[in-house]
């Protein structure tokens, strides 16, 4: 399935991701990804590209609300008054009058997190903002998220064939939360393993695509790849002509799930 219908919109489940491409690079990427079919791109304001992004989404063409598009506020940003401000920059910045999707990049000690989604919740009040989410939060901070009655359609984490999100997974799937899982190819370290390799054989697939279709076969995740290869844009967009059986399914969910590529010395204590 390439959509997720989650509050009465689709959302494809596939995106694009910009971490750490910037200027040129990066307004070519965008171009790129979307010629090649991608409608979900995921920025954020700390990334120091939405202009870039902004500006290959409008020589694309593609009518607006054909795409789906994600930033996220930054840790110093959090607080009732930066809310706004932030979110107009966004917009400025895209040169859109809405964004899809808003994320809490990381969680913080020193705001409340209510007192945050309340400022955003206005901001989607306002048309500025479609849907609401969170990134980085463990269990803890879900709890407190759910307190605050903001209805939050996704959590945006590291997740791939090598780490386990089991216990975040089973707090979204009980507030009908999607994962939005980042780093899918655990930064490229996916791309020779063995078994990935072996079952990919089967399917006259490469590992790296293996990978991805392992989180697209579990219904509540979407998935944000990064390259700034036209060649592994193309290949990581191509995964929507293959199922994995159940048996294969099964011997990637076994293999060692403790490979944490981003932990950041401000990241929380994690589930
Ligand atoms: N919310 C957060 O805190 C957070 C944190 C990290 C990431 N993210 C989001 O998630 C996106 C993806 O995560 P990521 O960039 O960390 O990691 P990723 O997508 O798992 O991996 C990107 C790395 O893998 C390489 N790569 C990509 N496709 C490949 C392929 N088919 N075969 C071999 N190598 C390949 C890329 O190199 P080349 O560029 O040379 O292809 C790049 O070095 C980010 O861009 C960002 O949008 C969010």
Redesign the pocket.
């Known amino acids: 399935m390439e959509f997720d219908n989650i509050d009465g919109s689709d959302i494809p489940r596939l995106?694009?991701?910009?971490?750490?491409?910037k200027g040129e690079q990066c307004r070519e990427s965008v171009e790129d990804a979307l010629n090649l079919g991608y409608r979900h791109i995921?920025?954020?304001r700390i990334?120091g590209n939405e202009e870039e992004v902004g500006k290959a989404i409008s020589k694309s063409g593609i009518p607006r609300e054909q795409l789906f598009l994600?930033t996220?506020l930054w840790r110093d940003e959090l607080t009732p008054d930066e809310v706004p401000k932030a979110v107009a920059s966004s917009l400025k910045n895209l040169q859109t009058d809405y964004v899809d999707l808003c994320?809490i990049?990381?969680p913080v000690n020193d705001v409340p997190i209510a007192e945050t989604l309340q400022a955003m919740e206005e901001e989607k009040q306002k048309g500025h903002l479609k849907h609401l989410g969170v990134?980085?939060f463990t269990t803890y901070h879900l709890d407190k998220a759910e307190q605050s009655g903001v209805r939050l359609i996704t959590n945006?984490?590291?997740y791939?064939a090598m780490l386990d999100q089991s216990d975040v997974m089973e707090k979204l799937r009980q507030m009908n939360m999607s994962l939005?899982?980042?780093?899918?190819?655990?930064?490229?370290?996916?791309?020779?393993h063995p078994v990935l390799k072996e079952v990919g054989k089967k399917f006259n697939k490469?590992?790296?695509?293996v990978a991805?279709r392992w989180l697209l076969d579990q219904e509540e995740v979407w998935v944000?790849?990064?390259?700034?290869?036209h060649?592994?844009?193309k290949?990581?967009y191509d995964v929507f002509d293959f199922n994995l059986d159940e048996e294969d399914f099964e011997r990637i969910k076994t293999l060692e799930k403790n490979k944490r590529?981003?932990n950041p010395d401000f990241a929380p204590v994690w589930d």
């Open positions: 995106g694009f991701g910009t971490f750490q491409i995921d920025t954020a990334y994600t996220k994320l990049h990381w990134s980085n945006q984490i590291e791939h939005s899982a980042y780093s899918p190819l655990a930064r490229g370290r996916l791309s020779d490469l590992p790296s695509q991805l944000l790849p990064k390259s700034t290869s060649e592994r844009r290949s990581n590529v981003i």
